[in-house]
């Protein structure tokens, strides 16, 4: 293994320029946990006695080549590529992590990213027993985070157009390229036996982490979210068995992730069952946390009938009170207003599509229902299973007088025709989809596994 009796000048360089890096470039200082990661054998030295002198030392790049390194470490498995590490760690620290330019910064970035290609290949090495390194997870994981936050200052000094590989969107793209390589190694299947033969290091307890990176730097990444769908064992199984090794906010954010994605797909279902997956796993003393999953939860939930109370949009100063009163009081011209008074704000959030496309329908069957409760309160003994359209014309000219909306003066019966064929459309496919489900859940064919031996 890499571990050897002289710990670690190799990973206190490393440690050092990312905090240099974050003084410079005003990104979070990093913490990386040494743990049994020691690596560098080096005359004189105690272990936690190095710093990042040796790399500011003024060195020749052949000293710095792996071919260089390989004769000064100890004899260990993988040793090669720990050279190569380390010759890609010194040639980034030797390049001062400068910010000053656009050049420089992506000089910067370029240097960083070959420190995580190599011990991306290191990470990714493995042998009879599986993955041979899983005890570097923090420090991959910390990598990963530094270079999140190097890329954004390189892309946004960046001045190069869209198609050049140094442009702002050729800086996100490897970024998160590198990035998804980790996330293959920290996703890879594994048989319930290797999962279970895992100490306390395994690479798949970061997955969970690395896939939340990933879904900040492109928050509708829809294959993403496949790969935690189709995981072997199941993220079920995996975290019944190796929870405790993996922090229950990481496994909430990506909870919150899913059911985001789900409102910018329109899929109101799925948003919900993830949104309230994420809340019941958030901290309570996590108000940020908590005030981001009911921005999204909160119009989801309205849409499928769901109220909140006052006192929770009180509590996390959330902007909907408006939009529940009118969507209760059927008042269309109103929640016109509101999407539109909010658009910029709801945008932000992948909401404005939702409640556009979706809210408004909804509105129109609660503008339709009132009418017709008024409208049996009136008239008592009209008949329960029908009434004329004329009740739902009356009603929606009523509520459109006087507003300056298109629909003001000029509401016909074809009108109302139309909103009335949507709402029964709407109806039809829920109702389709609730069939298909009972049907699939009662089929007469049995599957494979439990037919009996003919």
Same mark, same amino acid.
């Given at each position: 293994?890499?571990?050897?009796?002289?710990?670690?000048?190799?990973?206190?360089?490393?440690?050092?320029?990312?905090?240099?890096?974050?003084?410079?470039?005003?990104?979070?200082?990093?913490? *990386?946990?040494?743990?049994?990661?020691?690596?560098?054998?080096?005359?004189?030295?105690?272990?936690?006695?190095?710093?990042?002198?040796?790399? !500011?030392?003024? %060195?020749?790049?052949?000293?710095?080549?792996?071919?260089?390194?390989?004769?000064?470490? &100890?004899?260990?498995?993988?040793?090669?590529?720990?050279?190569?590490?380390?010759?890609?760690?010194?040639?980034?620290?030797?390049?001062?992590?400068?910010?000053?330019?656009?050049?420089?910064?992506?000089?910067?970035?370029?240097?960083? %990213?070959?420190?995580?290609?190599?011990?991306?290949?290191?990470?990714?090495?493995?042998?009879?027993?599986?993955?041979?390194?899983? /005890?570097?997870?923090?420090?991959?994981?910390?990598?990963?985070?530094?270079?999140?936050?190097? =890329?954004?200052?390189?892309?946004?000094?960046?001045?190069?157009?869209?198609?050049?590989?140094?442009?702002?969107?050729?800086?996100?793209?490897?970024?998160?390229?590198?990035?998804?390589?980790?996330?293959?190694? =920290?996703?890879?299947?594994?048989?319930?036996?290797?999962?279970?033969?895992?100490?306390?290091?395994?690479?798949?307890? *970061?997955?969970?982490? &690395?896939?939340?990176?990933?879904?900040?730097?492109?928050?509708?990444?829809?294959?993403?979210?496949?790969?935690?769908?189709?995981?072997?064992?199941?993220?079920?199984?995996?975290?019944?068995?190796?929870?405790?090794? *993996? #922090?229950?906010?990481? &496994?909430?954010?990506?909870?919150?992730?899913?059911?985001?994605?789900?409102?910018?797909?329109?899929?109101? !279902?799925?948003?919900?069952?993830?949104?309230?997956?994420?809340?019941?796993?958030?901290?309570?003393?996590?108000?940020?946390?908590?005030?981001?999953?009911?921005?999204?939860?909160?119009?989801?939930?309205?849409?499928?009938?769901?109220?909140?109370?006052?006192?929770?949009?009180?509590?996390?100063?959330?902007?909907?009170?408006?939009?529940?009163?009118? /969507?209760?009081?059927?008042?269309?011209?109103?929640?016109?207003?509101?999407?539109?008074?909010?658009?910029?704000? $709801?945008?932000?959030?992948?909401?404005? $599509?939702?409640?556009?496309?979706?809210?408004?329908? $909804?509105?129109?069957?609660?503008?339709?229902?009132?009418? $017709? =409760?008024?409208?049996?309160?009136?008239?008592?003994?009209?008949?329960?299973?029908?009434?004329?359209?004329?009740?739902?014309?009356?009603?929606?000219?009523?509520?459109?007088?006087?507003?300056?909306? &298109?629909?003001?003066?000029?509401?016909?019966? #074809?009108? *109302?025709?139309?909103?009335?064929?949507?709402?029964?459309?709407?109806?039809?496919?829920?109702?389709?989809?609730?069939?298909?489900?009972?049907?699939?859940?009662?089929?007469?064919?049995?599957?494979?596994?439990?037919?009996?031996?003919?």
């Amino acid at each position: 293994m890499l571990t050897s009796p002289f710990a670690i000048s190799s990973i206190h360089i490393l440690s050092s320029s990312l905090n240099r890096h974050a003084q410079h470039g005003g990104v979070d200082k990093p913490t *990386i946990d040494i743990g049994r990661s020691g690596v560098l054998a080096r005359s004189g030295s105690e272990p936690g006695a190095g710093d990042s002198t040796l790399a !500011r030392a003024p %060195l020749l790049d052949a000293a710095l080549r792996g071919s260089s390194i390989a004769p000064l470490l &100890v004899p260990c498995e993988g040793k090669d590529g720990l050279a190569r590490f380390l010759s890609a760690l010194f040639a980034y620290v030797k390049t001062g992590a400068g910010v000053n330019n656009a050049d420089e910064a992506y000089g910067t970035f370029k240097a960083f %990213l070959a420190v995580h290609v190599e011990l991306q290949k290191l990470y990714g090495t493995s042998d009879a027993q599986g993955y041979a390194f899983p /005890f570097l997870n923090q420090l991959i994981l910390a990598i990963c985070r530094t270079l999140v936050s190097i =890329s954004h200052v390189a892309a946004n000094a960046s001045t190069k157009p869209i198609r050049d590989h140094a442009s702002p969107r050729g800086i996100k793209d490897a970024t998160r390229q590198a990035i998804e390589k980790t996330m293959q190694v =920290s996703s890879a299947h594994m048989d319930s036996a290797e999962w279970g033969r895992q100490g306390q290091d395994g690479v798949g307890d *970061i997955m969970w982490a &690395v896939g939340n990176i990933l879904w900040r730097l492109y928050a509708q990444a829809t294959e993403l979210s496949k790969t935690f769908g189709s995981l072997q064992p199941s993220e079920k199984a995996r975290l019944e068995s190796r929870g405790y090794m *993996i #922090p229950r906010t990481d &496994v909430a954010e990506t909870y919150y992730w899913r059911g985001r994605l789900g409102v910018v797909l329109l899929d109101m !279902r799925g948003a919900k069952w993830w949104l309230d997956k994420a809340w019941a796993m958030c901290p309570e003393n996590a108000w940020q946390q908590r005030r981001a999953i009911l921005i999204r939860l909160v119009p989801v939930n309205l849409l499928l009938g769901y109220l909140p109370s006052p006192a929770l949009l009180q509590q996390y100063d959330l902007p909907y009170a408006p939009f529940i009163h009118a /969507f209760r009081t059927g008042n269309v011209a109103a929640w016109r207003h509101l999407i539109h008074e909010h658009r910029a704000w $709801l945008r932000a959030r992948s909401l404005w $599509l939702l409640l556009f496309e979706r809210g408004e329908i $909804l509105v129109w069957r609660n503008l339709f229902r009132k009418a $017709l =409760s008024i409208h049996y309160q009136l008239n008592p003994s009209a008949p329960k299973n029908r009434v004329e359209t004329q009740v739902f014309l009356s009603a929606a000219r009523a509520a459109f007088a006087g507003t300056g909306e &298109v629909e003001d003066g000029v509401l016909g019966m #074809p009108d *109302i025709v139309c909103v009335v064929s949507s709402l029964v459309d709407q109806l039809q496919q829920a109702v389709d989809g609730k069939i298909h489900k009972v049907t699939y859940a009662t089929s007469i064919y049995p599957y494979i596994a439990d037919r009996a031996d003919e």
